[in-house]
């Protein structure tokens, strides 16, 4: 009788689903870390109708920031003068008229939100300032940051602001 053979195929095999586990596992760790180190550490304000805030401890997004952003931009990496943040975006779109307002988006407290709380992804850039015309506001003299905030789950847009720098 000859069970050498199988035995070592057997241990070969093993060996190699371990390492494919170590690798695994080592993979999750990294990931994990990456998501820990994006989280936003205290509310932003972009602009009065949009917040952004810290997550919650155990808030665990389907995507990475550079899977998000690669969804996003097909082909395209996070610059490297791009910084991200993981955190909970808020969209308010103004107080509740009815159904005209609440189409499709979420009302609480009297007030009609696009996003509310959604956890996302903001990738922000310094930039200048759009300005819209000789009739609209300057832009300010520092420069704006640019947010990008992008579904942390489904890598989808969410919105573009912009918030001024402040000197």
Request: aromatic residues 10%.
């Given at each position: 009788m000859r069970l050498r053979g199988p035995f070592v195929i057997t241990g070969a095999l093993g060996l190699a689903m371990l390492a494919a586990g170590l690798v695994a596992v080592r993979t999750s760790v990294a990931s994990a870390q990456a998501i820990a180190d994006a989280r936003v550490a205290t509310k932003v304000t972009v602009n009065p109708g949009i917040t952004f805030a810290p997550p919650p401890s155990n808030a665990a997004p389907g995507l990475t920031a550079?899977?998000?952003?690669?969804?996003?931009?097909?082909?395209?990496?996070?610059?490297?003068?791009?910084?991200?943040?993981?955190?909970?975006?808020?969209?308010?779109?103004?107080?509740?008229?009815?159904?005209?307002?609440?189409?499709?988006?979420?009302?609480?407290?009297?007030?009609?939100?696009?996003?509310?709380?959604?956890?996302?992804?903001?990738?922000?850039?310094s930039t200048?300032?759009?300005?819209?015309?000789?009739?609209?506001?300057?832009?300010?003299?520092?420069?704006?940051?640019?947010?990008?905030?992008?579904?942390?789950?489904?890598?989808?847009?969410?919105?573009?602001?912009?918030?001024?720098k402040h000197s």
């Open positions: 550079a899977q998000a952003f690669a969804t996003w931009s097909p082909g395209t990496a996070v610059p490297s003068d791009v910084s991200v943040q993981l955190g909970l975006l808020s969209v308010l779109v103004g107080p509740d008229c009815g159904a005209e307002c609440e189409n499709g988006n979420i009302v609480q407290g009297g007030m009609v939100y696009s996003a509310l709380n959604q956890l996302a992804y903001g990738f922000e850039w200048s300032c759009l300005s819209l015309g000789p009739d609209a506001p300057q832009p300010p003299p520092g420069g704006c940051i640019q947010w990008n905030f992008i579904d942390a789950n489904t890598g989808h847009q969410i919105i573009v602001a912009y918030q001024p």
